[in-house]
T-cell receptor, first 113, second 114 residues
Framework: DGGITQSPKYLFRKEGQNVTLSCEQN?????MYWYRQDPGQGLRLIYY???????QKGDIAEGYSVSREKKESFPLTVTSAQKNPTAFYLC????????????FGPGTRLTVL | AQSVTQPDIHITVSEGASLELRCNYS??????LFWYVQSPGQGLQLLLK??????LVQGIKGFEAEFKRSQSSFNLRKPSVHWSDAAEYFC????????????FGQGTTLQVKP
């Protein structure tokens, strides 16, 4: 089955620790995206990548970092510099281009204690 | 700046009743428009999309949406709601310029009464 997987589903970390969220896709999509979702705020773009070894900041990139070493993978690191990291994180991918549909993974809920 | 507004944060309808969820956008160019649905704790599923052509778009699960350029709107409709339609619905605008970026509305939570 083709799709996007995110792991783990739930993640707990202590304040001050970095944490990496996994996102893998086997759709052969070029573009991948990370969103943050908070109640009542919709989805906000953190980072996106249109091609391997290249990525751009989204609207709320501060306190986050990404890498894109493989086409299938786009891990997101939430660093200790992120002031309010507790949220639901969604990864998405699309074939390429401005008009392509984004397909979403199941999400990871991060709770920082 | 580009923006998407979903005026209704929460809507409650009775099962079998019709549904309309509103979406207004602010964007200078011709938009690419999407409606997604999200069940609690899950990812987003695409319901339908508008790129060009016929302004009435059919989607999955019996949903449809109409693009009205004069009103900058892309409202989602369903003639008869089922209890399984209870979820959160997001409208999104795709930006031109080949970035693939989407701007999402804040979402509308749909509750269905038996």
């Amino acid at each position: 089955d083709g799709g996007i997987t995110q792991s783990p589903k739930y993640l707990f970390r202590k304040e001050g620790q970095n944490v990496t969220l996994s996102c893998e896709q086997n759709l052969n999509h070029d573009a991948m995206y990370w969103y943050r979702q908070d109640p009542g705020q919709g989805l906000r773009l953190i980072y996106y990548s249109q091609i391997v070894n290249d990525f751009q900041k989204g609207d709320i990139a501060e306190g986050y970092s990404v890498s894109r070493e493989k086409k299938e993978s786009f891990p997101l690191t939430v660093t200790s510099a992120q002031k309010n990291p507790t949220a639901f994180y969604l990864c998405a991918s699309s074939a390429q281009g401005e008009a392509d549909t984004q397909y979403f993974g199941p999400g990871t809920r991060l709770t920082v204690l | 700046a580009q923006s998407v507004t979903q005026p209704d944060i929460h809507i409650t309808v009775s099962e079998g009743a019709s549904l309309e969820l509103r979406c207004n956008y602010s964007y200078g160019a011709t938009p690419y428009l999407f409606w997604y649905v999200q069940s609690p704790g899950q990812g987003l599923q695409l319901l339908l999309k508008y790129f060009s052509g016929d302004t009435l778009v059919q989607g999955i699960k019996g949903f449809e949406a109409e693009f009205k350029r004069s009103q900058s709107s892309f409202n989602l409709r369903k003639p008869s709601v089922h209890w399984s339609d209870a979820a959160e619905y997001f409208c999104a605008v795709g930006l031109s310029g080949n970035t693939g970026k989407l701007i999402f509305g804040q979402g509308t939570t749909l509750q269905v009464k038996p």
